[in-house]
């Protein structure tokens, strides 16, 4: 089991970079895929970015494809979303998420591990 604590938010400019942390404090972070998703407010929950527990496959979804970077540091047991050229349409609740099946998924349903939520609020 493991437990995630993300970190990051804030409120920025429209064109500004954020960098989101999910660290894990308990257990150990290596084994799991982490991804990450996001909840603009009246809106469901979407993928974001999922990386794999080596750090060596990643996938994001097409609407931060070029201005979002996942990674993870797994010395430090966490997983960080670089967030360039933020956008308004940007602005949501943004979770991790972990699994520890190996597979990179999309979808929600396949994280049974989430934390629990940092707000970025992007000011046009």
């Known amino acids: 089991q493991v437990r995630l604590v993300e970190s990051g938010g804030g409120l920025v400019q429209a064109g500004d970079s954020l960098r989101l942390s999910c660290a894990a404090s308990?257990?150990?972070?290596?084994?799991?895929?982490t991804g990450w998703f996001r909840q603009a407010p009246g809106k469901e929950r979407v993928f974001v970015s999922a990386?794999?527990?080596?750090?060596?496959?990643?996938i994001y979804a097409d609407s931060v494809k070029g201005r979002f970077t996942i990674s993870r540091d797994n010395a430090k047991n966490t997983v960080y979303l670089q967030m360039n050229s933020l956008k308004p349409e940007d602005t949501a609740v943004y979770y991790c998420?972990?699994?520890?099946?190996?597979?990179?998924?999309?979808?929600?349903?396949?994280?049974?591990?989430w934390g629990q939520g940092t707000q970025v609020t992007v000011s046009s």
């Open positions: 998420a972990a699994d520890w099946r190996g597979s990179l998924s999309s979808r929600e349903d396949w994280y049974p591990y």
């Open positions: 308990e257990g150990t972070f290596s084994p799991y895929v």
């Open positions: 990386i794999s527990g080596g750090g060596y496959r990643t």
